[in-house]
């Protein structure tokens, strides 16, 4: 198992990415805490990881809100006693402005409202988890960051204050990957170009009914795109650090 004895914390374990890759850390033998703000679904998730016999626990969090993430730290270290692993999934649009554009809205006509949802979502929730454990993982000289981005970072094919947030997750992830090298700490980011996640699938579904021609298989799984996760956590990356992995078809989207 490439993760015995391991514990992870998946922040956006619910769903998509974020249960592929709870579920295939829990079989390579990590104990998973499973956070998100639905604790519903996070639950059946858990149910799922446990009647495979695995071990997993949940618990609620709003990422956006940093004392959220502190309980978090605090609840999973009582029930564990150490955290060598924190993925960072969790996100979100206001608007499925990459299926349906123009829900996207215009810089121009923009608010400050909404430009501090989609940083709050994207960029301080990560950085917020992150500053929980880090002094943890300082203190013990080992850990595992995984982030996410977006393929829309490169494209600049969404709005301007998703594209930015998804940059500043690269480059926070660049950033503290050299500020912690020296405590055996790794920050690594996945940029997937496109995931077959149910918010995916619905408005592709969407797309194919007003008669446009989709192919599927050119876009990753949320399982395919969790071994990339695996490989992040593991001891396979210990001399990997500061990295954005773009995962999938460049020409899918």
Excluded at 74 to 100: C, H, M, P, R, W
Excluded at 193 to 202: D, F, H, K, Q
Aim: net charge positive; glycine share 10%.
């Amino acid at each position: 198992m490439k993760l015995k004895d391991k514990v992870a914390i998946v922040v956006g374990g619910g769903s998509g990415i974020g249960r592929a890759s709870a579920t295939l850390m829990a079989q390579e033998g990590a104990r998973v805490m499973i956070a998100d703000l639905g604790i519903e679904r996070a639950n059946k998730v858990a149910d799922n990881i446990k009647a495979m016999g695995y071990e997993a626990t949940t618990v609620k969090i709003d990422m956006r809100k940093e004392e959220d993430a502190q309980e978090m730290v605090k609840v999973t270290l009582g029930k564990y006693g150490k955290i060598d692993i924190l993925v960072n999934v969790a996100g979100g649009s206001v608007g499925e402005f990459i299926l349906e554009r123009e829900k996207v809205g215009k810089f121009a006509e923009s608010t400050r409202d909404k430009w501090d949802r989609i940083l709050d979502a994207n960029l301080n929730g990560a950085r917020h988890c992150t500053r929980a454990v880090i002094n943890h993982m300082i203190e013990r000289r080992t850990g595992k960051i995984i982030n996410f981005s977006s393929i829309t970072f490169e494209r600049g094919n969404a709005g301007v204050d998703y594209t930015a947030a998804k940059g500043g997750i690269v480059g926070f992830t660049r950033a503290l990957a050299r500020e912690v090298d020296p405590y055996k700490i790794q920050v690594n980011c996945i940029t997937p170009v496109g995931t077959t996640s149910e918010r995916l699938l619905a408005g592709l579904e969407r797309r194919r009914k007003a008669g446009e021609e989709i192919d599927l298989s050119r876009i990753c799984t949320p399982e395919e795109v969790a071994e990339a996760v695996l490989f992040l956590a593991s001891a396979g990356s210990d001399h990997m650090s500061g990295q954005n992995i773009t995962f999938g078809t460049p020409t899918s989207s």
